[in-house]
T-cell receptor, first 118, second 112 residues
Framework: AQKVTQAQTEISVVEKEDVTLDCVYE???????LFWYKQPPSGELVFLIR??????QNEISGRYSWNFQKSTSSFNFTITASQVVDSAVYFC???????????????FGRGTSLIVHP | DVKVTQSSRYLVKRTGEKVFLECVQD?????MFWYRQDPGLGLRLIYF???????EKGDIPEGYSVSREKKERFSLILESASTNQTSMYLC???????????FGPGTRLTVT
């Protein structure tokens, strides 16, 4: 069975601080995918990134960066120089490899609520 | 851009009413999903569908049913709404062999 743990229920920071959201996962699959979603107060979950288990390169997109470490089964998300607009609930998710016959239904973590104060 | 729309952002219904939540996606995705989201419980999968007229139970199907008569539309039905079905309902879709999902804006349902 797959499991995703986001141990941080809520994080509060002041604008311009860097913040890292932790995600730890469990899976027996050798091929799998990891995701991050953002849910702003408006309610719609927005897909941010997908990584496959064979690609451990860190990824940077503007102020966002993701650190995937297979050795620790973690896929952490860092926001640099946080802004008030980053305030949202962030979900980490894990899925099997659908192209290899695995389920295409992701397992979601329970989310981390990030509050950025001005 | 993928667009998933839901029929209502906010809905208030009375106990015992039949409730229809509609979801439409415009990207020809094969898979569609209904989740409910409650504080502290995260996202829980109610039903999903991988093709027209096909449906599969998720983790919490009790008290719900679904309908998928057309590829782009997936309806969630509460046959007799109860107060414990007060929640945020999220619809999502995905391409057949991809797991990343695209979500609608959600419907916040209150049952009184």
């Amino acid at each position: 069975a797959q499991k995703v743990t986001q141990a941080q229920t809520e994080i509060s920071v002041v604008e311009k601080e860097d913040v890292t959201l932790d995600c730890v996962y469990e899976t027996r699959d050798t091929t799998y995918y990891l995701f991050w979603y953002k849910q702003p107060p408006s309610g719609e979950l927005v897909f941010l990134i997908r990584r496959n288990s064979f690609d451990e390169q860190n990824e940077i997109s503007g102020r966002y960066s993701w650190n995937f470490q297979k050795s620790t089964s973690s896929f952490n998300f860092t926001i640099t120089a946080s802004q008030v607009v980053d305030s949202a609930v962030y979900f980490c998710a894990l899925s099997e490899d659908p192209a290899s016959g695995g389920s295409y239904i992701p397992t979601f973590g329970r989310g981390t609520s990030l509050i950025v104060h001005p | 851009d993928v667009k998933v729309t839901q029929s209502s952002r906010y809905l208030v219904k009375r106990t015992g009413e039949k409730v229809f939540l509609e979801c439409v996606q415009d990207m020809d995705h094969e898979n569609m999903f209904w989740y409910r989201q409650d504080p502290g419980l995260g996202l829980r999968l109610i039903y999903f569908s991988y093709d027209v007229k096909m449906k599969e139970k998720g983790d919490i199907p009790e008290g719900y049913s679904v309908s998928r008569e057309k590829k782009e539309r997936f309806s969630l039905i509460l046959e007799s709404a109860s107060t414990n079905q007060t929640s945020m309902y999220l619809c999502a879709s995905s391409i057949r062999d991809r797991a990343e999902q695209y979500f609608g804006p959600g419907t916040r349902l209150t049952v009184t």
